[in-house]
């Protein structure tokens, strides 16, 4: 079991930065690939970025490549998703997500991830 928190949202202008976190309790978090998606209002839930437990290989939507960055930290049980570059249309609640443990791939795809933070939200002005 794994339990997700996510931290860092809040209001920025367009072309500002913000990094966020998610917290994860349990001691099989290396074992687990991660990856955050986003929800804005009336739409659905998609895919952001995602990074794999055991090589380390990141993947991300093309919507935010280059402008966003995930990476993790084992020791600490995080997951970070920095930020920058901020555009109007990332303003959504982001989640945090972890896939079953020793599981890779479907990256892109919500049912591969077993396991969901609350969301925090972002909203960029412009």
């Known amino acids: 079991q794994v339990q997700l928190v996510e931290s860092g949202g809040g209001l920025v202008q367009a072309g500002g930065s913000l990094r966020l976190s998610c917290a994860a309790s349990?001691?099989?978090?290396?074992?687990?690939?991660m990856g955050w998606f986003r929800q804005a209002p009336g739409k659905e839930r998609e895919f952001v970025a995602a990074i794999d437990w055991s090589s380390g290989n990141t993947f991300y939507a093309h919507s935010v490549k280059g402008r966003f960055t995930i990476s993790r930290d084992n020791a600490k049980n995080t997951v970070l998703l920095q930020m920058i570059s901020l555009k109007p249309e990332d303003t959504a609640v982001y989640y945090c997500a972890a896939q079953p443990a020793h599981y890779s791939g479907s990256y892109y795809y919500r049912g591969a991830y077993d396991y969901w933070g609350q969301g925090t939200q972002v909203t960029v002005s412009s």
């Open positions: 349990g001691r099989t978090f290396s074992s687990h690939s």
